[in-house]
């Protein structure tokens, strides 16, 4: 454990971040899930509407600094392209 005040601070304030960015990465898991059984199910109408779903809250990620523009570009096209590979 840190002595010195400042370095107890940064460690409280780490562990909070941490459980935020967590939080967020575990939603946007469950929305990708969520598109996956769509895609499995074979129900192409649930699949585009959890596609919209999962895309937005990636966006979110991005913006809040939890995802890069390039992973979250990356998982966006991911899902894009296997929602629109069912027809």
């Known amino acids: 454990m840190a002595n010195i005040k400042s370095a107890k601070k940064r460690i409280l304030v780490n562990q909070t971040k941490a459980a ?5 990465r575990s939603k946007v898991k469950t929305m990708i899930k969520k598109v996956d059984a769509a895609i499995a199910a074979g129900d192409k109408a649930a699949a585009q509407a ?3 779903a999962a895309t937005s809250e990636i966006d979110k ?7 890069h523009k390039n992973t979250s570009s990356r998982k966006v096209s991911r899902l894009s392209k296997a929602v629109n590979a069912m027809a």
């Open 20 to 24: 935020r960015n967590k939080a967020i």
């Open 50 to 52: 959890a596609l919209l």
């Open 61 to 67: 990620a991005t913006s809040k600094g939890v995802y």
